[in-house]
């Protein structure tokens, strides 16, 4: 997973961007009453992601902010001047294109589409224009993670912005030779503590990564089939294919250690069936 960097601006020109409408809406001075609160869990929000304590931050509010009575405004202020007028949605653009190639930082297989507020909005509404709570996601991935907080410490979602996973490989995969198919699944590496193992198993889970990545997986293998085969039948060694898949593994891996491309070469080259032949088959 590549991580996009932080956003590089702060709540104060989101409302700022937001501001004619507001205006408009004769709203304006009712946000702007409320900007230093803003501020101030804006501020809040980043220590506690820093130090990886959000997820006690945001249950400690408990209902207080579902029930603000600004509540509807904040929301509509997203919805509306952030995500449909002009100046809003250049900040909403800028969120997006921090994506690494445009590729979803959660799964890394689908372009972003849109932005999630890690902080579902219909609960943290004096969060719903904190730029640090809007992460660039695809569709799939925004429809999977749920709207509800994680109430237990292991199924909190990684937040892009806070979190490093590190170089680790917790992404692998395995041919099954009788299915002909390759089946994704998630080792965490031996270093991480408890929590963090049972947020990547959540994590994977939760935006159904085995099956997504086994559907992308036969489009790579289509690709490179023929190469694969023409190499076994002019070398006639399995030995030189999987030589060549090694290399291919380790350039995919320096460019994303997890990315379902690199577990998947990986899981070609150590597979003897594919090597002898079956390259004809898997996903065939
Ligand atoms: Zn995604």
Not at 59 to 74: I, N, P, T, V
Not at 166 to 186: K, M, N, S, T, Y
Not at 200 to 223: M, N, P, W
Request: glycine share 6%; proline share 5%; aromatic share 8%.
């Amino acid at each position: 997973m590549l991580w996009p960097e932080a956003p590089q601006f702060d709540v104060e020109k989101v409302v700022e961007a937001c501001r004619a409408w507001l205006v408009s809406e004769g709203r304006y001075d009712t946000v702007s009453n409320r900007l230093q609160e803003l501020k101030a869990g804006e501020k809040a929000y980043r220590a506690a992601g820093e130090k990886g304590r959000l997820l006690s931050l945001l249950l400690s509010y408990g209902q207080r902010q579902r029930h603000d009575r600004h509540a509807e405004l904040l929301r509509n202020t997203y919805t509306t001047a952030f995500v449909q007028r002009a100046e809003g949605r250049q900040l909403y653009n800028a969120i997006k294109a921090a994506a690494i190639h445009g590729s979803c930082p959660l799964c890394g297989l689908q372009q972003v589409a849109q932005l999630d507020h890690h902080a579902p909005k219909a609960d943290f509404p004096l969060l719903a224009l904190t730029p640090l709570n809007l992460v660039p996601v695809c569709g799939p991935c925004n429809l999977g993670k749920s709207n509800k907080l994680a109430t237990s410490a292991t199924e909190e979602a990684f937040h892009p912005y806070f979190e490093d996973l590190g170089a680790d490989r917790w992404l692998h995969a395995q041919i099954d030779a009788a299915e002909q198919v390759a089946v994704f699944e998630v080792r965490p590496p031996t270093g991480w503590d408890e929590v963090k193992r049972r947020r990547i198993v959540h994590h994977f889970e939760s935006h159904d990564l085995a099956s997504r990545y086994g559907e992308a997986a036969g489009s790579v293998v289509a690709k490179r089939r023929r190469r694969d085969a023409d190499l076994l039948a002019d070398t006639e060694s399995p030995a030189e294919v999987r030589a060549h898949l090694r290399a291919d593994a380790v350039s995919h891996a320096a460019y994303d250690p997890n990315s379902f491309e690199t577990a998947l070469l990986h899981a070609l080259a150590e597979s003897t069936w594919y090597l002898n032949g079956g390259m004809h088959l898997l996903y065939a």
